[in-house]
């Protein structure tokens, strides 16, 4: 049976997910809505989409999908998840799941009243076979208990694999009123990761975001402020008292790119790039234990967040079909969780989340 798919947004959807979706087995995307409708009709000709919608309430209230995808700004994911689910709607909602953790539970409570109906959200990153890798060497204690983690994202590297320039033009990411910046839209992920790789949740937040660029000039030679953060630090204490370090910035000119490293009684685990991970024992040296991607090349972009996502559809398709869940896959309720610790951070100071 074709599982018909529904996507509310134009941008990330045309870039990643309705290429990706081409290697997805036994689905269709039968609808397409953008608020600009003209994006919408322009995205549906191209990937032959046959009923194109001007609102993603819209699209969920139609009859035309089964699951619908929110890939749109931030600042509207909770109308429309929440829409997608009370028409009966299995739901992917993209990252960070809503503007604050009050939004974001709106969602929670809306699948909850629906059991049946699958509600995930779009962190594809526990698909990717090496950071799936380290949660599987965490699981067998190859490093002993975790004692902290620590992630940076400097320079912020873009969907084509160049850092992005700290003189960037404005766009929606730059307005925080819309659901833009850095901690959203990478840090999520990586607050996901740690809970993900250590099975543990946070329990106290201490951090800061900023925005550095008080302005830049949008497509248009516009002048627009610019108010969503450009950097972002925490440390974050996980329940058993594991200590956690993230830096984030998109101002950075040079830096390590995608780093992690993962310090354990009996070892270390060390994350690089996209896909190396070494190992290294006390008094020995790092090893090479990467394992291979088997979309690499395959995808449209070439890139982790791409190949991620069609292993993550693969298995949201086969789990709303009635077979098991292959992966961990992150729940609309994992997304809330996150939202509250992207709320303290933006707050500063220390938070303890009970």
């Not at 972002?232 to 490293?261: D, K, N, R, Y």
């Amino acid at each position: 049976m074709t599982l018909r798919i529904g996507i509310v947004g134009t941008g990330f959807a045309k870039r990643v997910q309705l290429p990706g979706l081409r290697l997805v087995p036994d689905v269709e995307v039968t609808a397409i809505s953008s608020g600009q409708r003209a994006n919408a009709d322009a995205v549906a000709r191209e990937f032959g989409i046959p009923h194109v919608f001007d609102d993603g309430v819209e699209l969920a209230r139609s009859g035309r999908a089964d699951l619908v995808i929110v890939s749109s700004t931030p600042v509207s994911h909770a109308r429309y998840a929440v829409a997608a689910l009370e028409a009966g709607r299995h739901l992917l909602c993209e990252k960070p799941l809503a503007l604050d953790a009050a939004e974001a539970w709106q969602i929670v409570a809306a699948a909850e009243r629906r059991p049946r109906q699958v509600a995930w959200a779009d962190h594809e990153l526990r698909y990717e076979p090496n950071r799936r890798r380290i949660r599987e060497l965490v699981r067998e204690g190859a490093i002993g208990d975790v004692r902290h983690v620590e992630i940076v994202l400097k320079p912020y590297i873009r969907g084509d694999g160049r850092p992005q320039a700290p003189n960037a033009p404005w766009t929606w990411w730059f307005d925080a009123a819309q659901g833009g910046g850095i901690l959203g839209a990478v840090g999520s992920h990586l607050i996901d990761l740690c809970r993900f790789w250590t099975g543990l949740e946070v329990v106290q937040v201490a951090g800061r975001a900023q925005t550095f660029v008080r302005e830049r000039v949008d497509a248009a030679g516009t002048p627009r402020p610019a108010t969503a953060d450009e950097f972002a630090s925490a440390v974050l204490t996980l329940a058993g008292g594991v200590i956690v370090t993230l830096t984030l910035s998109i101002v950075a000119q040079h830096g390590p790119g995608h780093f992690a490293q993962i310090s354990g009684t009996e070892g270390t685990l060390v994350l690089t790039g996209e896909t190396r991970v070494e190992i290294g024992k006390p008094g020995g040296p790092l090893e090479d234990i990467s394992v291979p991607d088997e979309l690499s090349g395959k995808t449209a972009v070439n890139n982790m967040w791409a190949r991620s996502f069609v292993r993550l559809m693969r298995d949201l398709a086969a789990t709303i079909g009635g077979g098991p869940t292959a992966g961990e896959p992150a729940t609309v309720r994992d997304g809330w969780q996150i939202q509250r610790v992207l709320d303290a951070i933006r707050t500063g100071g220390c938070t303890p989340l009970d």
